[in-house]
């Protein structure tokens, strides 16, 4: 019987493909403060700011390939049953070949209505004004911005309980709701940690083994430690 794998994933997997990383040192999102672009009131005090920001992250997304790291953690559906819970909106994780993907934040291929959360589009154009559903509400970036909720956390919550294996991947787990995902798996479960800069996983009480490397080296050498066992 296969084991479950479950695979936490941010900003530092896809960086490697040529996706800049959330936020510079700085605290800009590609020159942009965050919350202009990634919040409600931003939404509503600049909305053709905000689409032109998606827009430009949409077109930079078609431009891009998975990495090593994706495609390796795609292979090791053949001997595990794995699951990534990501904090990524691109994705390179379904164009890799991963069939068990949960997007966290939302994802950028994916447009919804602003009056019904559950008209959701896919969408690899530019987003306009104007671009409406059918009832004439306008389509927003299908993103979970700041002060929003987080839909697929009880879901993630679920996925990690079961796991044999936790993999935390280009992620420091510093953002909370997606920091307290490791406080529900269970406290035996082996977790790995890759991460060229490591940080401290708050309060982690598991046995853990930290793989100071980017994702396109860490992850092949995570599948190698996982078949070994």
């Known amino acids: 019987m296969k084991k479950k794998l479950v695979v936490l994933t941010g900003a530092g997997i896809s960086a490697e493909s040529g996706i800049k990383t959330f936020r510079d040192a700085d605290g800009l999102w590609e020159g942009h403060n965050v919350m202009d672009v990634a919040s409600p009131e931003g939404w509503q005090r600049n909305t053709a700011l905000v689409l032109d920001f998606y827009n430009q992250r949409r077109r930079q997304l078609l431009q891009v390939k998975p990495n090593l790291g994706h495609t390796t953690l795609a292979e090791l559906e053949n001997d595990f049953h794995v699951h990534i ?32 959360e559950d008209y959701i589009l896919d969408w690899q154009y530019d987003l306009i004004l104007g671009d409406a559903d059918d009832e004439g509400n306008q389509l927003r970036p299908h993103i979970v911005w700041f002060g929003e909720m987080v839909p697929a956390l009880e879901e993630a919550i679920s996925i990690i309980e079961q796991a044999d294996y936790v993999a935390v991947i280009g992620t ?11 406080h529900y798996a269970n406290p035996k479960t082996k977790v790995f940690y890759i991460d060229p800069r490591p940080a401290s996983i708050n309060n982690l009480q598991n046995p853990l083994e930290v793989i100071p490397m980017n994702a396109t080296e860490g992850v092949p050498l995570l599948r190698a430690k996982l078949l070994k066992r």
């Open 172 to 182: 420091s787990l510093q953002v909370y709701p997606a920091a307290s995902l490791m």
């Open 85 to 116: 819970i990501t904090q990524n909106v691109d994705n390179l994780h379904e164009q890799a070949g991963s069939i068990n993907v949960l997007h966290l934040h939302g994802e950028l291929l994916k447009v919804r209505s602003t009056k019904n």
